[in-house]
């Protein structure tokens, strides 16, 4: 059997893509990622993407703050009892997040991912590790070893987040570690409290601009003595009171403690041998990110960043007639949830008129 649409990634771009196919009466087929594969846990490349491993996402239009207990019932309404479990602990034991509250990040992946169930979206839970678009219909191999053949596919593989790999750093993730200012730097726990941002580029900048609305006091911490980013952001930073830089700093080490948290982060020089210690209340990573391609070396045009080109202005085409994308893997500039959920709509449209075109469907 040959497919219409196999969507490969299942972040906010892939289930937007899913449930637009579906209503298409495209029967996509989605490989949702491995689940059980180590390297997955480590990248962070687990099925449902960046959003399943974030707190609270309070700018995802139509999800104000409400008592959780209503987001508790919600999901027991609307998910199978399986999937429902896989989320009890935020509502139910001594995880559970009561208060008024935003949706969680897995929360909305789940209700995501169902939303394509209840159309019709068949689900693999394994990755695409290998692809040969030289051919029509294309040909997938997944890593279990399943081949798939698909007249259309929509590539939403998304990024990963560049963390610098200390032991500290991954203790701390979700407890005063982030990647995302703007999914995180709101939260109470960094209300007027004095924060890091790691790094020296455009990200660094505007993120440590963007968390002077919350904190106390921004420190920007560069490798080097001079910042990578773009000049106009350089000079909002510089002159921002509220930030001060750390030049020629890495950071060595996260301290804290399991019941608080991030309290403070020590640095090292890069030119000597100093070291420091900053009271903070959280450490923010911005050191870029890494899109997920690897399995696509050599089958449809990249930046030398690795980011799949998009070909064609205000479509999701790719270098490959036939191949789409959405989302993060093709996006390192917007980078939210609710810009790969709209590129995922264009992605299924884009090969849903593909199809209709070429007498497919
Ligand atoms: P980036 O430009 O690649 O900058 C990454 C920064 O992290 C660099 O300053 C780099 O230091 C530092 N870094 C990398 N690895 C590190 C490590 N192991 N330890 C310490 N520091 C490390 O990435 P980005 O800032 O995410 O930007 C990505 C792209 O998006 C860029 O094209 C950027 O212009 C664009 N962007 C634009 C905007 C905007 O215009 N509003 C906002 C965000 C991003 P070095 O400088 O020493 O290499």
Redesign the pocket.
């Known amino acids: 059997m040959v497919e219409k649409v196999v969507i490969i990634g299942s972040g906010p771009a892939g289930w937007t893509a899913a449930i637009y196919a579906a209503r298409a009466n495209l029967k996509p087929l989605v490989f949702e990622g491995s689940a059980t594969w180590e390297p997955n846990r480590l990248n962070g490349t687990t099925p449902l993407g960046q959003l399943n491993l974030t707190t609270e996402v309070e700018n995802f239009p139509g999800w104000p703050h409400v008592d959780a207990a209503a987001l508790a019932h919600f999901a027991k309404s609307g998910l199978p009892e399986d999937r429902y479990a896989a989320l009890s602990h935020l509502y139910e034991g001594k995880r559970a997040h009561p208060g008024h509250r935003a949706v969680f990040g897995p929360e909305l992946m789940e209700f995501m991912r169902q939303q394509a169930v209840i159309f019709g979206t068949r689900i693999v839970t394994d990755d695409i590790v290998k692809v040969d678009f030289q051919r029509h219909p294309f040909v997938l191999h997944s890593r279990e070893g399943e081949t798939v053949e698909t007249q259309t596919v929509i590539l939403a593989t998304g990024a990963r987040a560049?963390y610098?790999g200390l032991p500290s750093e991954d203790r701390f993730k979700n407890n005063g570690v982030s990647a995302c200012a703007v999914c995180d730097g709101a939260l109470p726990r960094f209300r007027n409290k004095p924060l890091v941002v790691?790094?020296?580029?455009?990200?660094?900048?505007?993120?440590g601009t963007y968390l002077t609305k919350f904190a106390s006091t921004v420190y920007l911490?560069?490798?080097?003595n001079?910042?990578?980013?773009?000049k106009i952001?350089q000079e909002r930073a510089l002159s921002n009171p509220k930030i001060t830089m750390k030049w020629n700093r890495?950071?060595d080490e996260v301290l804290g403690t399991e019941n608080d948290g991030v309290t403070a982060a020590r640095l090292k020089s890069t030119v000597d041998v100093a070291t420091e210690e900053l009271p903070v209340a959280g450490v923010f990573l911005?050191?870029?990110?890494t899109p997920n391609t690897d399995f696509l070396k050599g089958q449809v045009k990249t930046h030398p960043?690795g980011y799949v080109v998009w070909t064609t202005p205000q479509r999701t085409n790719t270098s490959v007639p036939g191949v789409f994308a959405a989302g993060d893997v093709a996006d390192?500039?917007y980078?939210q949830a609710v810009t790969a959920a709209g590129t995922g709509c264009m992605a299924a449209l884009d090969a849903e008129r593909w199809l209709a075109e070429k007498g497919h469907h």
Not at 198 to 207: H, L, M, Q, R, Y
């Open positions: 560049n610098l790691i790094g020296g580029g455009d990200s660094a900048v505007e993120e911490v560069h490798r080097r001079e910042l990578r980013a773009s952001m890495a950071l911005a050191i870029g990110h960043s390192s500039y980078k």
